[in-house]
């Protein structure tokens, strides 16, 4: 069972100047556009169809999640949230900066009420005292029922590139990846870790099984995580003026920058080939692009060039 919540399918686009950028042949590099979905943009909408059906089916009157202090999965939730009709609690870890307020802004927009730390069980039982019906949404969305919207966009590119070779990802807290991998089978998705959990394997490999999948040896890159969660990587950094510069595609410094740095490297190292054809799926997370200091930085970059 799901809730509508955005339109499908996302749009598979050529990206030709960026695959020759990357080492590809021009025809070989296609970007599936689930930063176009509805509340923001971002890839946590297809998980939030299946938890929100979920949530509704057990008589909740809020959705509680956690995440990092500019989590997109956050923002979407409070946007599903407000769509449904229901309440919104958001339990972030992190500093928050007034200054870069990103997806921050856009909650408090949707009407969530956000907690800066704590633990989101502990808010879910005061809650339950206060006699409302709370559910509580893991993080990243990352369960077996989130994840099967990930098998629904596995089943979307089989119809739009039923040649492919080659999905790669950003891997945060799991679900994208396992929902992928169950639909397409291991050896055709490279997931790229951003360093939000400390045991990937572990996580994809428990969510493929749930989903009924086989596993067999799964492609994940720890090589882009750099300093940790959130830290802007040189190779991060190169990404993002590439893409932007030879398509005009905006990544963001946490997942998107990183899973085109892995891109990078998997065509550096011969792990994808030109010739092949090559899905990058771009999960979104633009709000959280103002929200991170290289924002900033991008911003004097530019003054810099005026006439």
Same mark, same amino acid.
């Given at each position: ?89 958001? =339990? ?88 992928? =991998? ?81 891109? =990078? ?43």
């Amino acid at each position: 069972m799901t809730v509508a919540l955005s339109h499908w399918p996302t749009p598979l686009d050529a990206a030709p100047r960026l695959a020759v950028a990357v080492g590809l042949r021009p025809g070989d590099l296609w970007v599936k556009r689930d930063d176009l979905t509805d509340l923001g943009g971002g890839n946590k909408i297809r998980k939030l169809e299946h938890l929100v059906a979920e949530a509704e089916g057990a008589g909740a009157s809020v959705l509680v999640t956690s995440g990092g202090v500019q989590s997109n999965h956050a923002r979407m939730t409070a946007a599903a949230a407000a769509r449904r009709g229901l309440g919104c609690v958001l =339990v972030l870890a992190g500093d928050a900066d007034p200054q870069r307020p990103g997806n921050l802004a856009l909650e408090g927009l949707f009407g969530a009420r956000v907690v800066l730390g704590g633990d989101p069980v502990a808010v879910a039982d005061e809650l339950r005292g206060a006699g409302e019906r709370p559910f509580l949404i893991p993080l990243g969305g990352s369960s077996p029922t989130g994840a099967r919207g990930y098998l629904a966009c596995a089943a979307e590119l089989e119809e739009q590139a039923p040649d492919l070779a080659h999905v790669v990802t950003a891997v945060g807290s799991g679900g994208t990846m396992a929902g992928l =991998v169950a639909g397409l089978g291991a050896e055709r998705v490279l997931g790229v870790d951003t360093g939000a959990v400390d045991d990937p394997v572990e996580r994809v490999t428990a969510l493929v099984e749930a989903l009924g999948g086989s596993v067999g040896a799964l492609r994940l890159r720890s090589d882009q995580v750099g300093a940790g969660y959130g830290a802007l990587t040189a190779a991060g950094e190169h990404a993002i003026r590439t893409a932007a510069s030879t398509e005009g595609l905006v990544l963001e410094p946490t997942y998107t920058a990183k899973a085109m740095a892995g891109l =990078v490297a998997a065509v550096a190292d011969g792990d994808v080939r030109p010739g092949e054809r090559t899905v990058w799926l771009h999960t979104g997370g633009l709000p959280g692009f103002f929200g991170h200091p290289f924002a900033e930085q991008a911003a004097r970059g530019a003054l810099t060039h005026r006439g």
